[in-house]
């Protein structure tokens, strides 16, 4: 299959009433590792990268090795999608490359650092959805602020600083046309979200489900959605590593979520965690070796183990032959139309 935009996964995941997990990726053993997983588990997927893996990568690497993606699994419905775009300049690149949809995280300033005043995020995600929406491309937006910093990227603080304001939610949905809207809710980005195992003092469910009823037919989004597993924590720590005890996001929260309207699902740190605790183990256990598939082999798989268990637990496993490509040109023809509707269903 071609890759297809995220406002078509998130339709049809809609539809079926399940999630969509959207994976990070730098590199192409993670390129990989999810496609096997989705392979593996017949899945749809949403692949991305941040602007951090794009400098890593480099653009044309990065693109080429998404198409190399496509080509190879036909079956499996795809999107390349930009995480946490800081300006319009930077969704238009990516657009200009070939990613299939983009996030306008407008509620930080361009620096990735400063909370922007709500204004600030309506006018630069609307300027981002006009071009996206013209090209057949699909938006993702962010209301609110999450914790933590990840490569230079956030706000800092607690997930609790910038919570989102389901008024302003609504509002946001209606004057940016956004496809899908990210919320905070109380989690961060990285590996330190909980200092324990979360409850609704921490973990703003009540929240989601409120924003939810207010806009029953919008596409929510659950960024720093890592599960922080302790079997993943044992690992590196048992060769050497030091992660301080921490909590993520329980998948049980996830699921009560995904009931709520939560169509994608972001994860990048349990696989960071799989991926770095496989290459210890080895390193550790064989001093010796030196050769870096001996080590990038274990860490891939490890890798598309903790992918393909999360596919099943958000429920796309078992969906990627449910429909068929909608190409990009045919996107923009029903953003143009209307027959793709932007303007958010509201509940009083
Ligand atoms: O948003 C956070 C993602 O985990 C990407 O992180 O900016 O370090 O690539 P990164
Ligand atoms: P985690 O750090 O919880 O994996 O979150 C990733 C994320 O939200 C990427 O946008
Ligand atoms: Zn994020």
Excluded at 85 to 110: H, Y
Excluded at 326 to 342: N, Q
Aim: glycine share 10%.
């Amino acid at each position: 299959m071609p890759l297809v935009t995220t406002r078509q996964l998130l339709d049809e995941a809609a539809k079926g009433g399940y999630g969509v997990g959207a994976f990070n990726v730098n590199d192409m053993e993670q390129i990989q590792a999810i496609m096997w997983a989705a392979k593996e588990t017949n899945s749809p997927v949403i692949i991305q990268a941040s602007r951090g893996a794009r400098k890593f990568a480099e653009d044309n690497y990065l693109y080429h090795l998404m198409l190399a993606a496509a080509e190879l699994n036909p079956e499996i419905p795809l999107a390349m999608h930009l995480d946490h775009g800081n300006s319009f300049e930077t969704c238009e690149s990516a657009i200009k490359l070939g990613f299939t949809s983009v996030m306008m995280d407008g509620s930080l300033k361009p620096d990735g650092k400063t909370p922007a005043s709500f204004e600030e995020n309506v006018a630069v995600t609307k300027q981002v959805v006009d071009y996206a929406h013209e090209h057949g491309i699909s938006v993702e937006g962010e209301i609110g602020v999450l914790g933590g910093i990840e490569d230079g990227h956030g706000a800092g603080g607690s997930g609790l600083d910038h919570v989102t304001d389901p008024d302003q939610a609504v509002e946001f949905a209606e004057r940016t046309g956004v496809d899908s809207l990210a919320i905070a809710i109380g989690t961060s980005h990285g590996a330190y979200k909980f200092t324990k195992k979360p409850d609704g003092s921490v973990l703003k469910m009540d929240l989601l489900i409120a924003i939810h009823k207010r806009l029953p037919n919008t596409h929510l989004v659950m960024h720093g959605s890592s599960s922080v597993p302790k079997d993943l924590q044992d690992v590196i720590n048992q060769y050497g590593g030091k992660l301080k005890e921490t909590w993520g996001v329980p998948v049980e929260e996830i699921q009560l979520g995904i009931k709520n309207g939560v169509r994608k699902i972001n994860v990048d740190t349990d696989n960071r965690l799989a991926i770095t605790g496989a290459i210890r183990k080895v390193l550790f256990e064989t001093p010796e070796k030196f050769d870096p598939r001996d080590y990038l082999t274990p860490a891939r798989a490890a890798m598309q183990k903790v992918v393909a268990l999360r596919m099943t637990q958000f429920g796309q496993a078992g969906h990627a032959s449910d429909y068929k490509a909608t190409s990009i040109a045919d996107m923009a023809k029903g953003y143009k139309s209307g027959s793709l509707v932007t303007k958010p269903l509201v509940a009083k």
